[in-house]
């Protein structure tokens, strides 16, 4: 259990500065992520081999100065219009043991990972979620008319698939989806690639695996990247750079039911779509109440860059698409 006085001491700790006599020990990548997070590295203390700064540091570094920085500055306050980020520091547990065993488990590296970029994403993004449904009756019976005709060695058509090249689509026409925002730099950073990542589910924790050029690929290439690169995440054969590089991300949740959720965005970029569990419900369609394949959709946005009559004209623009399989043939 924490000590009274604890908390002050570590605010003073992080408060003094390292003293670096020569070149900062961190590698290129973990000065580009300082670079990226708007810290000094010259500030930062390395907890690795002969102070060597790693990832971590540069982290653990931004959290534990987003809430001292605007009184230094002069600025707001946090939480004020304008103001800095607020960092929390991790919380007190209790000493569980007093109501019964309790066991502890290292964390895996992975799972670790996933934690830190949840929190910087947590304290970086101002999310929001905008929710709505599509009516994929006809493109389902399409796609699994296509997937009995498939030869020997084509690969199988997904809903995901689909999604993505709708996604794409919809990226080419709301560029604002397909971007990044430079808050040090008050800028908004365009990119001219669709890169969609792709949450997948694996025995070792959710991992983001990125189909490149998405809005360059048929519908057919689409589907064999995918099924490629979700069958090597889950086998553990991707390489590190299969997850770097992803403009914006879906993740399919319906494969496990659940008919909405509110996805984290994948920082640093400013949106996700997530896709509920698809399913034949009643509809009113010219007067009649008749049967009809629904899949829920979640976006969420960065409200720091994107409004919320974005957020609808997109998610209707990827509905539409769904909706009419002809706009899906003629986008290439």
């Not at 026409?173 to 971007?179: K, L, M, P, V, Y």
């Not at 969609?196 to 189909?211: F, M, N, S």
């Not at 360059?216 to 979700?230: F, G, H, I, S």
Request: aromatic share 4%; net charge positive; hydrophobic share 45%.
């Amino acid at each position: 259990a924490a000590r009274a006085g604890d908390g002050h001491r570590a605010a003073a700790a992080v408060a003094a500065p390292p003293v670096h006599t020569g070149p900062v020990p961190a590698a290129p990548a973990v000065r580009k992520l300082a670079r990226e997070m708007s810290v000094d590295i010259n500030l930062v203390s390395g907890s690795g081999p002969s102070g060597r700064i790693l990832r971590e540091d540069v982290e653990r570094f931004s959290l534990g100065h987003r809430g001292a920085a605007p009184a230094a500055r002069g600025e707001s306050a946090p939480g004020a219009a304008g103001g800095a980020e607020i960092a929390l520091p991790p919380a007190d547990l209790p000493d569980f043991s007093q109501w019964g065993p309790v066991r502890r488990v290292q964390a895996s590296q992975i799972r670790k990972t996933i934690a830190r970029q949840m929190v910087r994403s947590w304290l970086s993004v101002t999310r929001v979620t905008h929710s709505d449904v599509a009516d994929i009756t006809e493109v389902e019976a399409n796609r699994k008319r296509l997937n009995e005709q498939l030869k020997e060695g084509q690969p199988k058509m997904t809903m995901t698939a689909i999604v993505l090249k709708a996604v794409a689509a919809a990226l080419r026409e709301h560029a604002i989806f397909n971007c990044s925002f430079d808050a040090a730099a008050g800028e908004i950073i365009y990119k001219d690639y669709i890169h969609i990542g792709v949450a997948v589910d694996t025995p070792r924790g959710l991992v983001v695996p990125v189909i490149r050029d998405v809005d360059r690929k048929t519908l057919p290439e689409v589907a064999a990247a995918l099924n490629d690169v979700a069958a090597r995440t889950r086998e553990s054969k991707f390489e590190i750079a299969d997850l770097r590089g992803g403009t914006f991300t879906v993740t399919n949740v319906g494969a496990l039911g659940g008919t909405g959720s509110t996805p984290m965005v994948n920082f640093p970029e400013v949106a996700i779509l997530a896709l509920g569990k698809a399913s034949l419900q009643p509809a009113v369609r010219n007067g009649q109440i008749v049967p009809r394949f629904l899949l829920p959709l979640a976006l969420s946005f960065d409200h720091r860059v994107v409004d919320g009559a974005d957020a609808a004209r997109f998610t209707r623009d990827v509905i539409e698409m769904l909706e009419n399989p002809l706009r899906l043939i003629s986008f290439a």
